[in-house]
Each structure stands twice: as structure tokens, then as C-alpha cells.
Nanobody, 124 residues
């Protein structure tokens, strides 16, 4: 079983930066194929933020964060990172780390394991 834990959220002002980390633990030698960040704002559905697979061309950013956020992973460290720059109030949400054991994808249905979520709040 793969377990995930987020860290690095908190409060920020518009224009600031935050870094989110997701640490995963591997059981039975299972390395996630795809890792992703989703977020859910107040009164909104959960939406994809960014995803990264296991090869260089498997990467995705939603239009709202392109040019501002950068996703990366280090399988040896078992860490995924989301560098969040130029934060905006609309980035305020609970952010969830997710892992797919099967394939690369951007829909939540692809993902088998989820973290508990971590809050990000951006003020004007």
C-alpha cells in the first residue's frame, strides 16, 4: 500500500511563493506511476493542478497555474514537490497529493491513493 502525506501549506500574500511537498511511503516495492496535485476551493469541485508521470513527456498543468507552478518528483527521495510562485487569491484551496499505480492521467479517477489534504490561503 502506498501512503501519502503533504506538507508546506499555509498562509501567503498575493505574489508570494510556497512549496508543497508530498512524501510517499512504498510498500511491497510499489513506486507510483503518476503523481498529481489536485485542489478544491470553497464551494468548488476538486480540480487537477498538475501531474507528473515517470517519463519526461508525461507532465501537465492546468491553464490557471501555467507559468507560475512547477511540479517535480524524486523517486529516490520518494518526494513530489509543487513550487508555487506568484500566488493569487484564487489559488486558495485545500491541496491534495495523489498517486496512480497504473498509468499517467489528469482525471481524479486515475488515482488510487490520496493524502489528507493541506490548506493554502492567499490574501490580497
Amino acid at each position: 500500500q502506498v501512503k501519502l502525506r503533504e506538507s508546506g501549506g499555509g498562509l501567503a500574500h498575493a505574489g508570494d511563493s510556497l512549496i508543497l511537498h508530498c512524501i510517499w511511503s512504498e510498500e511491497d516495492s510499489i513506486t507510483p506511476y503518476s503523481l498529481a496535485w489536485f485542489r478544491q476551493g470553497l464551494g468548488k469541485d476538486r480540480e487537477i493542478v498538475a501531474a507528473i508521470g515517470r517519463i519526461d513527456n508525461e507532465i501537465y498543468y492546468t491553464d490557471a497555474v501555467k507559468g507560475r507552478f512547477t511540479i517535480s518528483r524524486n523517486n529516490g527521495r520518494q518526494v513530489m514537490q509543487l513550487q508555487m510562485d506568484s500566488l493569487e487569491p484564487d489559488d486558495t484551496a485545500v491541496y491534495y497529493c495523489a498517486a496512480s499505480l497504473r498509468t499517467y492521467g489528469v482525471a481524479p479517477e486515475y488515482y488510487d491513493r490520496w493524502g489528507q489534504g493541506i490548506g493554502v490561503s492567499v490574501s490580497s
